[in-house]
């Protein structure tokens, strides 16, 4: 029994490690170069832009929040890439050679100011400009914080509802640059707690495979805690939420088993391929999870092929990416299909 229990424990680790290096796709680092994250200088003060009663106050750029969740990212960085990610309060530069990973709103939304610009003419979503009543512009929506009331003034309202800003951005040299920016403070607190949950990756699986992306999560605020948290809007272009949409659950489930089939034999077989699908099919039948709906061949190639066909993607794109998609899922883990 505690063998099993050790077991669970390694491949509920490994799951989480395979989704998050999905996410930051940091897959060529030569020696010498380092995954950067990076934070404001300690020593930049700014003033406060907001002041209620669940409100952290603090007159530098640099947060208790933004600390605590960069170190959370380094250690998880760590345990999927090794011994080759630095803290940085340097301020970032765009010939760096390292992968980059910028925490914080205000920070990061003034140094990827030409990306805001791009993102807005594209019609990505992106931060709003460093206003105190700063927001994220969605392509669906606009997402502020939501307070408990709006009967009394600022000052003595609490934050309910926060959000959380993810991207990821394809630099010169095959480098990335991704950004975690909450649009408060309980929207960064949340990161390091989505972040290292399982369910997190599963929920934004189809859009890790497409390239850059924009991810907005929306977090629920009780008194001083982050309380749950869900992802509320995607996009990496082409309508990625309409093509999503339009997966039925078998087809969903098919591709993440395929995906995830053909990591493991990647994995195993370093150098070797292109595996033929029935390759895959049989890793995926002999190592299937126990809830797994055991299609013959045929039908499970045919979900799958129309999968792609939806999300615009191939299968020389998915032998090359070596990024698993598991079964599209709700936030809690729930399958939305068989």
């Given at each position: 029994?505690?063998?099993?229990?050790?077991?669970?424990?390694?491949?509920?680790?490994?799951?989480?490690?395979?989704?998050?290096?999905?996410?930051?796709a940091f897959r060529d680092i030569p020696e010498g170069i380092k995954i950067e994250i990076v934070l404001p200088n300690p020593e930049r003060t700014r003033e406060p832009t907001l002041d209620c009663k669940n409100y952290p106050l603090f007159k530098h750029e640099v947060s208790p929040d933004d600390m605590y969740s960069a170190i959370r990212v380094h250690s998880l960085l760590t345990a999927c890439y090794g011994e080759v990610v630095d803290l940085s309060f340097v301020?970032?530069?765009?010939?760096?050679?390292?992968?980059?990973?910028?925490?914080?709103?205000?920070?990061?939304?003034?140094?990827?100011?030409?990306?805001?610009?791009?993102?807005?003419?594209?019609?990505?979503?992106?931060?709003?400009?460093?206003?105190?009543?700063?927001?994220?512009?969605?392509?669906?929506?606009?997402?502020?914080?939501?307070?408990?009331?709006?009967?009394?003034?600022?000052?003595?309202?609490?934050?309910?509802?926060?959000?959380?800003?993810?991207?990821?951005?394809?630099?010169?040299?095959?480098?990335?640059?991704?950004?975690?920016?909450?649009?408060?403070?309980?929207?960064?607190?949340?990161?390091?707690?989505?972040?290292?949950?399982?369910?997190?990756?599963?929920?934004?699986?189809?859009?890790?495979?497409?390239?850059?992306?924009?991810?907005?999560?929306?977090?629920?605020?009780?008194?001083?805690?982050?309380?749950?948290?869900?992802?509320?809007?995607?996009?990496?272009?082409?309508?990625?939420?309409?093509?999503?949409?339009?997966?039925?659950?078998?087809?969903?489930?098919?591709?993440?088993?395929?995906?995830?089939?053909?990591?493991?034999?990647?994995?195993?077989?370093?150098?070797?391929?292109?595996?033929?699908?029935?390759?895959?099919?049989?890793?995926?039948?002999?190592?299937?999870?126990?809830?797994?709906?055991?299609?013959?061949?045929?039908?499970?190639?045919?979900?799958?092929?129309?999968?792609?066909?939806?999300?615009?993607?191939?299968?020389?794109?998915?032998?090359?990416?070596?990024?698993?998609?598991?079964?599209?899922?709700?936030?809690?883990?729930?399958?939305?299909?068989?």
């Amino acid at each position: 029994m505690p063998g099993e229990v050790d077991r669970e424990r390694r491949d509920r680790a490994q799951r989480l490690y395979t989704g998050a290096k999905a996410l930051f796709a940091f897959r060529d680092i030569p020696e010498g170069i380092k995954i950067e994250i990076v934070l404001p200088n300690p020593e930049r003060t700014r003033e406060p832009t907001l002041d209620c009663k669940n409100y952290p106050l603090f007159k530098h750029e640099v947060s208790p929040d933004d600390m605590y969740s960069a170190i959370r990212v380094h250690s998880l960085l760590t345990a999927c890439y090794g011994e080759v990610v630095d803290l940085s309060f340097v301020d970032y530069h765009q010939d760096s050679e390292s992968h980059l990973v910028l925490i914080g709103a205000p920070y990061t939304n003034r140094l990827t100011a030409g990306a805001n610009y791009q993102l807005k003419t594209d019609g990505g979503i992106y931060f709003q400009d460093n206003e105190p009543d700063r927001e994220i512009v969605g392509r669906k929506d606009k997402y502020k914080i939501g307070f408990d009331r709006d009967d009394v003034p600022v000052k003595n309202r609490s934050i309910v509802r926060d959000y959380c800003y993810l991207s990821r951005r394809r630099l010169s040299g095959n480098r990335v640059e991704i950004i975690i920016a909450g649009l408060r403070a309980y929207g960064q607190k949340a990161s390091y707690s989505f972040l290292h949950e399982e369910s997190f990756y599963r929920c934004v699986a189809p859009v890790l495979e497409l390239g850059d992306f924009q991810i907005v999560v929306e977090v629920a605020v009780c008194n001083w805690s982050v309380h749950d948290w869900k992802v509320v809007e995607v996009n990496a272009g082409s309508n990625l939420e309409g093509r999503i949409a339009r997966l039925s659950p078998r087809q969903a489930a098919s591709l993440s088993q395929y995906n995830e089939a053909l990591t493991r034999l990647q994995k195993r077989n370093p150098g070797k391929g292109p595996f033929k699908d029935a390759e895959v099919y049989k890793e995926w039948r002999e190592n299937h999870d126990p809830g797994d709906n055991l299609l013959p061949q045929d039908t499970w190639l045919r979900y799958v092929r129309a999968a792609r066909k939806s999300l615009g993607t191939s299968r020389d794109a998915a032998l090359n990416s070596g990024a698993p998609v598991r079964s599209i899922r709700d936030h809690d883990g729930r399958r939305s299909g068989p």
